[in-house]
């Protein structure tokens, strides 16, 4: 009986001691999300096993997603595409993920990386840094039924916000209404912003052209396409059917994307919401600014009694010091010089460099050469741009704050003359300038452009109230919830409303259609579509150039629009405009427009 019971006791350890390994395995997962102990099958051998639908096989191991009833997709989140990038991997070119030893269960959301956030939704409290530097992850979102012979087409989403925050959250943004509506797989990706992201100081130099450009966020979305070139055909995805999109930052690197080298052969199609093509930053210019941010921390930390002192004894540092003092602080020691951030959340800092390796010295010269990754286009812009930035510059922050934009006819007539200047410059920037450019090139396949309107009509016509559709209109990111199929994703949260659902959805409906044929085919219009034909972009004087996306309360209001925009005819217009030494000083500051 004696010998029985040690058995017994020696039973019960083993099973506590295997229970307490479990735990601690699932302890071990990374960026919220959690592991279970089912080893992967071997290396090669995918088929070996049976893997549930929620279950997928990456080059690292199996991750196992979840069901969502509500869009009947699957989704996996938090997927790493690349190691950590801290410690000595910081202001490093990403690397290769390692192989996982247990399944990963990817259910929740990573950390966004280091950036203010407004952590309390009070306009006057100021913004925080918050945020995690292992943020390289990625979510997709797959139709239940999709299998490794679906061949979907893929839609890689890049997030705007400057390249200094994450807007919208991805967290916020369900890819599964679109991912069901289209039959497609819908991925979304973290990629390092801020200075984390884009800093080119020679200090950091190693000899490796792409590493040492500063294009840190630029090489993370290379690094997370070629991942989804080695992982999505598991997943029901086309390697050879992906779409690149992003809106505001994410379509200036949409662009950097398109005239970049590295990124040849990674996608297939491309969509720009609101993105800029201006200029690139040179490295000289990063590195200037970077040396002032320096100059202000080390006199924060008594290193240095003033800044003159601080620039001095940086000139006096070895490389090899300035690098190791950059790697020693956080990265809120970077982004609090910046009083912008604390009250918007952006800040203004030099970023995605000319650096001749990554992306090329200058943009529009490279454009006009054809020397670029040719595919089929969408571009466009919202009719009112401006309107999300004005709002928080003076006069008209004061004059919102009390109100009296609304009731003095002269406050609001100068709100929308400047509101309206600088978004057409916005367009001739981002839609009119680089499709003309780009229709001239030999091999450069269909370009269509769109302007969206929903929200414009003033005081009494618009569809989101009076005092709204003065202060924003159709302004910047208003698309987002439409062109995914939320509600509140982004701007959607201040502006839907029961009275004006009808048409928004059917706009809504519409605009997906259009971007999931296009992502499909590369043209937007779908055989047997009642929707508009949208026609590609013609250089001819006189031909369509833009369709307008509109709705009112109850149907959409969508045509073609033969009208161009250039920048030297909104100069010319601004020259004779009555108040224009009013409106001047206020253009003259946007960086958004053609230089």
């Known amino acids: 009986m004696k010998k029985a019971k040690r058995l017994s006791v020696q039973h019960y350890r083993s099973k506590l001691l295997l229970l307490i390994c479990a735990v601690c395995l699932l302890l071990m997962a990374g960026c919220a999300?959690?592991?279970?102990?089912?080893?992967?099958?071997?290396?090669?051998?995918?088929?070996?096993?049976?893997?549930?639908?929620?279950?997928?096989?990456?080059?690292?191991?199996?991750?196992?997603?979840?069901?969502?009833?509500?869009?009947?997709?699957?989704?996996w989140k938090a997927i790493p595409y690349a190691e950590p990038p801290v410690g000595v991997?910081?202001?490093?070119?990403?690397?290769?993920?390692?192989?996982?030893?247990?399944?990963?269960?990817?259910?929740?959301?990573?950390?966004?990386?280091?950036?203010?956030?407004?952590?309390?939704?009070?306009?006057?409290?100021?913004?925080?840094?918050?945020?995690?530097?292992?943020?390289?992850?990625?979510?997709?979102?797959?139709?239940?039924?999709?299998?490794?012979?679906s061949k979907l087409p893929v839609f890689f989403w890049i997030h705007g916000g400057g390249n200094s925050i994450q807007w919208p959250l991805l967290s916020a943004l369900d890819g599964g209404i679109?991912?069901?509506?289209?039959?497609?797989?819908?991925i979304t990706v973290n990629y390092r912003i801020g200075h984390m992201g884009f800093l080119n100081h020679p200090a950091l130099k190693t000899g490796n052209a792409a590493e040492d450009s500063g294009n840190f966020g630029i090489l993370d979305l290379i690094a997370a396409l070629k991942w989804v070139q080695a992982n999505i055909n598991n997943f029901g995805g086309d390697t050879g059917n992906v779409t690149i999109v992003g809106e505001s930052a994410g379509g200036h690197n949409v662009f950097a994307l398109v005239l970049s080298p590295m990124a040849k052969d990674l996608f297939q199609r491309a969509i720009t919401e609101s993105g800029s093509s201006t200029?690139?930053?040179?490295?000289?210019?990063?590195?200037?600014?970077?040396?002032?941010?320096?100059?202000?921390?080390?006199?924060?930390?008594?290193?240095?009694a003033n800044e003159k002192e601080a620039a001095s004894k940086l000139a006096a540092m070895s490389a090899k010091d300035i690098a190791t003092y950059m790697r020693s602080k956080k990265p809120q020691d970077f982004l609090e010089y910046y009083p912008e951030g604390k009250a918007d959340g952006l800040i203004q800092f030099p970023n995605v460099f000319g650096d001749g390796k990554v992306l090329p010295v200058d943009f529009y010269s490279v454009l006009a050469s054809g020397n670029y990754n040719k595919v089929p286009m969408i571009m466009g812009t919202n009719k009112d741009e401006a309107k999300l930035f004005l709002r928080t510059v003076e006069p008209f922050k004061h004059w919102l704050m009390y109100y009296s934009l609304y009731k003095e006819p002269s406050q609001l007539e100068l709100y929308d003359l400047v509101a309206k200047?600088?978004?057409?410059?916005?367009?001739?920037?981002?839609?009119?300038?680089?499709?003309?450019?780009?229709?001239?090139?030999?091999?450069?396949?269909?370009?269509?452009?769109y302007q969206f309107l929903w929200g414009t009509g003033g005081q009494k016509d618009s569809v989101i109230g009076s005092r709204l559709s003065v202060m924003l209109a159709a302004c910047h990111a208003m698309e987002i919830d439409f062109v995914f199929g939320t509600d509140n994703a982004a701007l959607g949260v201040y502006v839907f409303?029961?009275?004006?659902?009808?048409?928004?959805?059917?706009?809504?409906?519409?605009?997906?259609?259009?971007?999931?044929?296009?992502?499909?085919?590369?043209n937007p219009n779908r055989e047997g579509s009642e929707l508009p034909d949208w026609i590609?972009?013609?250089?001819?004087?006189g031909q369509p150039k833009t369709i307008l996306l509109d709705a009112d309360l109850e149907k959409i209001k969508i045509s073609m629009s033969d009208k161009e925009l250039k920048q030297e005819d909104i100069d010319a217009a601004l020259k004779s405009e009555p108040r224009q030494k009013e409106i001047q000083p206020l253009y003259d500051a946007i960086p958004y427009k053609r230089r």
């Open 497 to 522: 409303d029961k009275k004006n659902r009808p048409g928004r959805v059917a706009l809504s409906d519409a605009i997906m259609d259009y971007w999931v044929q296009f992502a499909r085919t590369g």
């Open 33 to 75: 999300a959690k592991q279970t102990i089912t080893p992967p099958p071997p290396e090669g051998q995918a088929n070996a096993v049976s893997l549930l639908p929620v279950e997928k096989l990456t080059t690292e191991g199996i991750v196992i997603g979840e069901e969502n009833a509500a869009t009947n997709t699957i989704s």
């Open 89 to 149: 991997l910081r202001w490093r070119a990403p690397q290769a993920p390692q192989k996982r030893s247990a399944p990963l269960k990817a259910t929740k959301y990573c950390d966004i990386c280091p950036q203010y956030i407004d952590h309390d939704r009070n306009p006057s409290t100021p913004q925080v840094v918050l945020g995690n530097e292992d943020c390289l992850y990625l979510n997709i979102w797959a139709p239940q039924n999709a299998t490794a012979d």
């Open 279 to 304: 200029y690139f930053v040179t490295p000289e210019q990063g590195a200037a600014h970077i040396n002032g941010i320096l100059a202000k921390i080390m006199v924060k930390y008594g290193q240095a």
């Open 178 to 186: 679109l991912a069901n509506k289209g039959n497609m797989i819908v």
């Open 536 to 541: 590609p972009w013609s250089n001819v004087e």
């Open 421 to 449: 200047y600088e978004s057409e410059a916005w367009k001739v920037m981002a839609v009119d300038q680089p499709a003309r450019i780009m229709r001239g090139i030999s091999g450069q396949p269909d370009i269509f452009t």
